[in-house]
């Protein structure tokens, strides 16, 4: 199977297909420090908030991630219906136009557990013609939350859909005490600790290929019995 590990990989020219949370972008600095190429970053918008494939909250947000790597200039978006199978479809022809354009060869995922997303982007890597780069793939969740803080990667969660994770970490940067709760609670109430199963949206602020933060300011808004969403009010990127 194409991409299963960072080392059968190698290095290429790299387009990183990022959401704006902490996995892609976890994916696309471990290319980078292998020595990859950038020649596009790539968000997906879904027009479907039950999308399969896509993360939904605050995608247009990716461009200021871009823009705080100083790689806003290789920015790429794009929508897509967000119904099932269909907005896989729709991907491969982005991909595919994408790699005409700035000949990328290998595309970067924050893939863990979802074989679901898994199993079509490696198919569509044999359609297309690239290399998945997913580097924690079925990595263990709890020692892969400890190792994003560590490395120096920062975010907030956006969204919260399960019962457990209390609405006031909306919005709070999560560090080594928040990570320590968040594994708390997910061994308490059952969910995924790095919210493989959509339990929590997350958005990054900070991380050492950033050359600039984001400041991000908002408040919480309920949805549903265990729906929460950070109404954002506000972004902006400071210097570090």
């Not at 400890?146 to 999560?174: A, D, H, M, N």
Request: aromatic share 10%.
């Amino acid at each position: 199977m194409l991409g299963e590990s960072r080392e059968m990989a190698g290095k290429g020219r790299l387009c990183g297909l990022i959401s704006g949370g902490k996995d892609s972008n976890y994916a696309f600095y471990k290319a980078l420090q292998e020595g990859y190429t950038p020649v596009c970053i790539l968000s997906i918008t879904p027009r479907r908030d039950d999308s399969w494939m896509f993360h939904t909250p605050y995608t247009s947000l990716v461009r200021l991630q871009a823009r705080a790597m100083g790689l806003e200039e290789i920015y790429k978006e794009h929508e897509v219906s967000g119904v099932k199978e269909e907005e896989v479809e729709e991907l491969a022809s982005i991909l595919s136009e994408l790699k005409e354009e700035t000949g990328f060869d290998t595309v970067s995922v924050g893939a863990l557990a979802s074989r679901y997303q898994y199993e079509r982007i490696n198919r569509l890597a044999g359609r297309v013609g690239f290399k998945v780069y997913a580097p924690r793939w079925q990595a263990d969740p709890e020692e892969y939350m400890r190792e994003l803080v560590r490395e120096g990667f920062r975010f907030i969660l956006t969204r919260i859909t399960v019962y457990g994770l209390p609405e006031r970490l909306l919005g709070v940067e999560v560090g080594p005490g928040e990570v320590e709760e968040i594994i708390r609670l997910s061994r308490k109430h059952g969910f995924h600790p790095a919210f493989e199963g959509g339990e929590a949206e997350t958005l990054v602020v900070d991380a050492p290929h950033y050359r600039k933060k984001l400041r991000v300011k908002g408040e919480p808004r309920r949805l549903g019995p265990y729906d929460w969403i950070l109404e954002i009010r506000s972004v902006e990127l400071v210097d570090k």
